[in-house]
């Protein structure tokens, strides 16, 4: 008779842009927890020959270059500009870059079941409400920081404009939906000190929501 096993969990780590989601999976990692980042799945998904030629389509082959060694490159800054210019073209490349970079999550989460049942698996994305990807998961924590924070960290770290900002918050859900829709709320409002200890908290909340019988 075959032991029973728990099935993996999938759990999203999602917030606004500049809400600090990379501090607490990186704790989560640390942690020893899998843990993907959805722009680095999205970087491998947009130099797939098929999604290329569908951006290349969409908005023409300057989103593409080569560099120094001869490797293609996905001009994601130009990009950028380009879409959040234009809402509908910023849909249409959502629609297609998605799709692709939920497949290959899921086959990542297939393996990983396959090798070791019961783990639980962290993905972090900005667009989980706004892709429509939240019945995907098991759990949804949202990280949440006041708004001039995070415009200040962006321009810090990131070096972008206002109106930029402005712009990407714009094809952003408010923290209001993500409050409302979430199953667990993350307030990124502490020291970063703080952060590894909250995310042993959130553990204990994830553990006690997937077991609730257990102690």
């Known amino acids: 008779m075959s032991r029973h096993r728990h099935p993996l969990k999938r ?11 990379s501090t607490l999976v990186r704790a989560l990692s640390q942690l020893g927890y899998a843990v993907f980042d959805a722009d680095r799945l999205a970087a491998e998904a947009v ?12 908005l023409g082959s300057e989103a593409y270059a080569v560099d120094e060694h001869g490797q293609d490159i996905y001009q994601r800054g130009w990009v950028r500009d380009q879409v959040f210019s234009d809402e509908q073209k910023r849909k249409s490349l959502e629609s297609i870059i998605h799709p692709a970079l939920f497949s290959n999550f899921e086959d990542i989460c297939r393996r990983l079941d396959s090798l070791a049942g019961g783990v639980w698996v962290f993905y972090e994305a900005a667009l989980i409400f706004e892709a429509g990807r939240e019945s995907h998961f098991d759990a949804v924590v949202s ?42 709320v993350f307030e990124n409002t502490g020291s970063v000190d703080e952060v590894p200890r909250r995310a042993l908290e959130l553990l204990e909340d994830l553990r006690q929501f997937f077991h609730p019988k257990s102690h």
């Open 47 to 58: 130099l797939q020959p098929d999604i290329r030629a569908k951006i290349e389509a969409l």
């Open 143 to 184: 990280v949440l920081t006041p708004e001039n924070e995070r415009r200040m960290r962006l321009k810090a770290s990131r070096g972008l404009s206002d109106d930029v900002i402005s712009a990407i918050f714009a094809a952003q859900v408010s923290d209001h939906v993500r409050r409302s829709r979430s199953n667990f």
């Open 11 to 21: 759990v999203a780590v999602t917030g606004g842009i500049g809400s600090g989601k």
